[in-house]
């Protein structure tokens, strides 16, 4: 029998049915922070597949103000993770989707008093007209051909950006997302199941609106693999 993938903590329980795990990529450091609690978030992504964009929100306050993500925040008390990603997205972008689970990230930063575990979702299809909110502002983007990388794709958005407290981009901004993202946007993408944790650090200083090559949590380990 072959022997089932071991993963790392914070993943436990995430593959119930032992469906065959893939490692996709990993890297980093030789060992795992340590972390002491952990809460539930959900993160929700929509994709307009005949235009070949993405629906992201710029974090206009709290925790990632300046950053660009999908919509999501923590499972309330008393709701599951579907309908906490099914307020998030409401509340965030005044949309309705049909969510798909495609994955679980677990991410740990240094310092922090708790682990995020975040149920990523997915839609290919919506209802309403996404509407800036308090907190979010939502953009759509174009979603960059997967034949490339994706890293360097970033790198080269931070170097040409002229400046400003958003992207004039019109192709998805991962230089202003979390660093994570350029490792498991392809899977979402691609409509492939995973799982992944990373470990970060905290950035030496926030960076500034002009300067958003400037690293924000960095990445010092990770580990993603694919369900088949």
Partial sequence: MEAQLQVPAGLEGC???????QIYQE???SEWMQ?????????AFVINTAKQQMLLGYKKRGFATGVY????????????????????????AGIEASL???GVLFFYQEGHQYAHFIDIYRA???TGEPTETD?????????PSLSGSLVNLAEDLAKTEQGGSETSHTTIPLHRMWKDDVLWY??????????GRVDLVEAPSTPEPLDPSAPLHPLVKWWFATID
Wanted: one cysteine or more; hydrophobic letters at 35%.
């Fill in 35 to 43: 972390y002491s609690a952990v809460k539930m978030f959900t993160n």
């Fill in 124 to 126: 290919d299809s919506w």
């Fill in 69 to 92: 993500n999908g919509f999501g925040g923590k499972v309330d008390i008393g709701e599951t993770s579907l309908e906490a990603a099914h307020r998030e997205l409401k509340e965030e």
């Fill in 186 to 195: 392809p899977l979402l993408l691609s409509k492939r199941r995973f799982i």
């Fill in 100 to 102: 798909e689970h495609c």
């Fill in 135 to 143: 907190e979010m502002k939502p953009q759509w983007f174009q979603i």
């Fill in 15 to 21: 593959n119930p049915h032992g469906a065959k795990l």
């Fill in 27 to 29: 890297g980093g450091r």
